[in-house]
């Protein structure tokens, strides 16, 4: 584990989306009403204001939609791995909904190992789940059919 990682705050809405990443599920948050999804998860649907909703299980698979590489100054526990790569994933079930995370050669694998010169929009890649931080998992991806 590494120090001073930012975690993100647990409530009510998003509780179920992080017990889902601890049993290795990516799901998204959908109205009960109107079926529209939404991310980040919150209370009212805001196509239809319900406050009714289910949790609908993706496949996992996306297309890097867009990338970033973070340099300093930053936070001490990301200086030290910087730089590295944050990736904003879309998903092919709901194409307006997007995931950040790292693009990583394996599960646990350190969130700067992979060359960020080689990223690519439009690149399929492949949810993973490392090992909890702090009872945390925050999901990662790969490139489809990397092996780990």
């Known amino acids: 584990m590494i120090e001073g990682l930012l975690l993100p705050g647990m409530d009510e809405d998003s509780e179920p989306f992080f ?3 601890a049993a290795h599920e990516l799901r998204v948050q959908c109205c009960s009403n109107c079926d529209s999804a939404r991310m980040p998860p919150r209370p009212m649907c805001p196509n239809c204001q319900s406050l009714e909703s289910v949790w609908e299980l993706l496949s996992g698979s996306g297309t890097i939609w867009s990338y970033c590489v973070p340099h300093g100054p930053l936070l001490p526990a990301y200086s030290a791995l910087a730089p590295f790569n944050l990736i904003i994933v879309e998903i092919p079930e709901h194409p307006a909904i997007r995931f950040c995370g790292n693009l990583v050669a394996s599960p646990n694998g350190a969130i ?12 399929p890649v492949q949810v993973v789940f490392p090992e909890p931080v702090d009872g945390v998992v925050l999901p990662r991806w790969q490139r489809q059919g990397a092996t780990n």
């Open 19 to 21: 017990g889902f990443t």
């Open 112 to 123: 700067n190992e992979i060359d960020h010169a080689g990223i690519r929009i439009g690149e």
